[in-house]
């Protein structure tokens, strides 16, 4: 089995508030607007089927699949801004980026062209260029991949069963495991992205085949930063990020996991040294019956924190 981070690293969700001009009022009573598409995969177009709405609070869109955009009038010149920027921009976040203050612009920079009542000066724009504006949610992330699907959802498998976080409390859903899911400082997920696109796919509009092979492949790492952790760790403003913040923060988080050593097959009860020999040998099927494959193999995750392709010899 072969498992690589393709050095990627992404930033999923904001919650920001930035100084941009704007008329407070037109803002806060809401908009439908088009989900941005990609044309021939330069430049934009719209999808004249799909709309999104901006909402005149910010509500019940706090899941990073969704692609709306919550964008609320703070003051007269501050927009509060929350949603998965990357993917409100690009109708897919399988890919994306660790660049955060051009994530920012080209979202403000799409807000304007959709939106007449926001209408950011060169001034306010060259500010958010610089980083000048506050966070209070950041999510950030790096995919794990595999050879094969299947290999990622085995990860995930032994994820559930034997993974550990030094001092985070875990919980398993079904295509997940937290640690400190009800922080409020911050929350490390795992997760099986090729489901997690089935599961939400109304979410995502900009799919092809080699994107949703990619997300097959993905056991996707993500760190979700809230207030309090930002403030203790001086990451507040955008200017305090850079690509280099983003990748030491998520290749940090994963460092920490802890799993077991995967054994030598000499050192497992004998039923299953049996059952990996005739797995070796291409002859399970004439010694087992497939109900006894079956548990087996699940036996050796759950107990064992091994899957076949695991075992060394």
Known sequence: MTTTTDKT???????????????KEVVNNGVSIRIPKLKNGDGYDFDLNTKS?????????????????DVKSVNDNELKISGNFYKWLNGENIKGTDNI????????????????????????????????????????????????????????????????????????????????????????LYYHKGNEIVANKKYQHNLDNDLIELANRMIRCELKLFWRDLYDNNLLRGH??????????????????????????????????????????????????????????????RKHGLYLDDIVY
């Open 53 to 69: 709405y901006i909402k005149a609070r910010i509500a019940n869109s706090n899941h990073s699949y969704s692609n709306e955009l």
């Open 101 to 188: 203050t051009k994530l920012v612009g080209d979202v403000i920079i799409r807000l304007s062209e959709l939106m007449p009542a926001i209408t950011p000066t060169q001034k306010e724009l060259q500010a958010i260029d610089d980083g000048e504006f506050n966070i209070h949610r950041i999510d950030i992330n790096m995919p794990i991949l595999f050879d094969t699907q299947q290999q990622a959802i085995n990860y995930l498998e032994k994820l559930k069963h034997h993974a550990s976080y030094p001092y985070l409390k875990k919980d398993v859903e079904n295509n997940g495991v937290y640690f400190g899911k009800s922080s409020k400082r911050k929350t490390i």
């Open 240 to 301: 305090n990020w850079t690509s280099s913040t983003v990748e030491q923060l998520i290749e940090n988080t994963h460092d920490k996991l802890r799993l077991p050593e995967v054994l030598d097959i000499q050192h497992l009860p004998a039923k299953y040294v049996r059952f990996i020999s005739c797995f070796k040998a291409g002859t399970l099927v004439m010694g087992y019956k497939s109900p006894t494959i079956e548990r087996m193999k699940k036996d050796l995750i």
């Open 9 to 23: 690293y992404n930033i999923d969700w904001l919650t920001i508030e930035v100084k941009v001009t704007h008329d």
